[in-house]
């Protein structure tokens, strides 16, 4: 882990320094956790009370919150001060180091292409006619199954899974046990069935699943292949755990998928759509560029770009803090209605 | 892969053909990729621009649609379009080929019993006592534990775990990551413990997990062993990805959970039954047979055969709809009580 | 399995005999399918048809239910009968017994240090610098990362993944494709990017997840390593299948986290708080000891102690019940307000 000057820091992370520049920084650390050898990063209120005790020799933060550094420590002031941070922790950031090559152990077929750069960690898995590309880490039980390629610098943790066909670009991080190109749920109710009743017919899943460049699949996380043609996540593309893409799906560049979301089939994500923890979308919609979706939310129509919206069924955003708001009134509120009913029968009575 | 005439594709998925019988096809493809040498599908009214434009060689479609067809291609009409599509694209579909037998790399127990047609790849696992029946494929890191039987015709992808002693049906296709016989959620909170202050004791989950003949799992879904006696999944249902199936739970034959439902423990459900996704279902009810549950919806009480409900808690999934409806309005209604309220009293103070 | 008579049984489960004390049981069973031989348990009204058919050779129950079990079984009345029943049911449990050692097809690293009494099966890893503690086992696909540590007496199920550096405590089990230590979801959105235009920048998670003594783990749960410092599950928790812990997430002693809940970035739950399937929590809270989540809801501010909340997003829990029941009369609550208001201008009409 390299020590650095505060001036030279700043310098790579594209911040100001307020501070003595001669002074050398080995890591970063939380708030709560930092010494006087660490950079920390403030940003949220929640936090101040830790920003005002912290020991750190710097804190990265944004110009409106400079002041709040105590006097002890440095200001790297940043216009994006998260972008800083994220800098700042790469630079110290110690990547795993695995042995290269396939290493004993290692199940390569004759017929794949492994890259020498490439690391292929016992236990792991590269099958007929896969190809697997330079500096890419296959850890323990990491699988590439037939004719899958998967890219360049990537990391496959543990358990990942990319079934047969499948293609996963460049810099792409599968965390464990994720799944890339699993069946979709396609089955065709068939009342006649084969003789034995009813069935559920299943639709050959005969597409593939497309990983773009610099994804990153969260741990247990699951994207089918389509049933015909490509289901597709976007350059860039950042997906959390436990959640689901469903055969068919496009999903455009930049977007982010939170925990525990779920797209059904054949929708259509935009660029830089969010969708926050535990949304579900139903199938066949388009959701716009930058279109934002709110944690718990039910989208039943297509969003507009832009557009931000929550609830189940979503409603725009706005219109669903306000409508959360009321929602507890409303045991009152049919209880005032009873007694406004009973006010207007009297003054009708009364008028007779 | 086989090239068909039109008049043989019609007579092997049961559809009446409007055109040229001698045509040959190749494949079936989407509508807005298709080619004159591919079959294609129509059925859903939001793909009719797609439809139009299409240069597929036949569509399949319903008699009500036939005539949105483009005059270029053949028309294969159908009484069931989405099974005849099915059943086309599994004429065409090839499989993914795979070594019979033990390979090399893959791990079988000397006690296990694989029927010489099974294929176990590299990387799987047999464990002792465990039975694989005629056929079945487990791939890389696919893993029966003791004394778990698994029969034929399975497909169990990377990654599918069957505990000790579950039973797996035949035709069962277990996609990766997918858990059969994991241990209940079944802990007694203990005031007293074992000298330790509190605790939760862990409720040994005895039982076993059975799934029936032609059942799929999805993804990393998760079906928990019974506490004691057996939880089970009913012949011919399919489970979509990221589904919880607590312990003790029963699943009636033909039924759908739609991914990342879930299903809380020793709940009953009929045949038929389709939970839409991220449902969740309290333990210990019964829903009969038919019953559907709308997407994001919380069930909370028994449902009748053939009920359809939706929100959270469910209610009829009409009157849900009409409350859908109705929720945005409550800011509204609020502010029209209030005025409502004033003018009464304004009516009273007059009355004086 | 050990054949008790009913007096020893009493005494070590601690409760109350009433019947015949010579009397030979030799396994738990459930009330439905009991035989003589057989001790069950009762608690919950819905199975009272199940007592009263119950051919067990003696019931678990508490004081209040003595007087419902049938006559021609004993009684074994427990303050605390769902403990009962759980010591019960270790006396008479097996557990899967599987040879010891690092067995052939395991794969330990050189470096590595695992217990000698400590099982490590065909197919499971164990990294360089990682260590394994006494009578643990690692099941095949069970995979423990470079420089992780794992206690005494644990059990890791196939696909179980202990990532880098990640501290798992003893007594912990980890059910079939669980993860812990997985990246957690930190990206900066840096509109300048490396040239390419906008990009989300990786922050790297170079913190642990630490896993206390006595925890378990669900099947495809998710536990995320911390930014900086750690992801801790606090001793005694217990986790569910398919449940998302996000980074720097800090959960309490004695906890319980039911099926498909989630819990965002840097949440700390106190002692014994109970999250019920599929909450969402959002980020930055604190939640109380002994705080109780309902199903389904979303809580988006801190609870206090003891707190006890439902809904999404989440209010108390009484208040949320009387809110469930009003809900479903919104659409008629506005047809009323509608005719009321005609009735006023009426009233007011005639006024004039």
């Known amino acids: 882990m390299p020590h650095l000057s505060l001036s030279e820091l700043a310098g790579r992370i594209g911040a100001e320094l307020r501070g003595e520049g001669a002074r050398r920084v080995s890591g970063v650390a939380s708030l709560a956790s930092a010494a006087p050898e660490h950079v920390a990063f403030y940003a949220n209120t929640r936090y101040l ?62 017929s794949a292409e492994v890259h020498p750069t490439a690391a292929v960690l016992a236990g792991a898995y590269v099958g007929p006619g896969a190809r697997v590309g330079a500096r890419t880490t296959l ?128 929708t259509e994500l935009g660029q830089g759509v969010v969708l926050a923890g535990q949304v579900g979308v139903i199938g066949h919609l388009k959701l716009g560029d930058g279109a934002r979706v709110g944690a718990q939310s039910g989208v039943a129509r297509d969003l507009d770009g832009g557009e931000t919206v929550s609830g189940s069924p979503a409603i725009p955003h706005r219109d669903w803090l306000r409508l959360s708001a009321a929602l507890p009134r409303l045991p009152e509120l049919i209880r005032q209605v009873r007694k406004l009913s009973q006010r207007v029968e009297e003054l009708e009575r009364e008028r007779k």
């Open 49 to 110: 009370s830790e920003l005002q005790r912290c020991a750190a020799g710097a804190v990265i933060v944004s110009e409106e919150d400079a002041s709040r550094v105590p006097v002890g420590a440095a200001r790297l002031v940043a216009a994006q001060p998260y972008v800083a941070f994220a800098k700042a922790s790469a630079l110290f950031h110690r990547e795993l180091e695995v042995a290269r090559g396939v290493q004993p152990g290692a199940w390569v077929d004759a």
């Open 139 to 266: 850890h323990s039980g990491a699988r590439v199954l037939h004719f899958a390629q998967v890219g360049q610098d990537c990391i496959l943790w543990p358990g990942a899974v990319v079934r047969e066909r499948c293609l996963v670009g460049d810099r792409v991080i599968l965390q464990p046990n994720c799944v890339v190109g699993s069946d979709g749920f396609g089955f065709a109710f068939d009342l006649e069935g084969e003789g034995h009743g009813p069935m559920h017919r299943k639709v050959p899943q005969a597409g593939i699943a497309r990983v773009e460049d610099d994804v990153e699949v969260g741990a247990c996380t699951c994207i089918d292949r389509a049933t015909l043609g490509e289901t597709i996540i976007g350059r860039g593309t950042k997906i959390d755990n436990l959640v689901q893409v469903a055969h068919n799906v496009r999903v455009g560049s930049l977007s982010l998928l939170v925990a525990q979301c779920g797209i059904s089939g054949s």
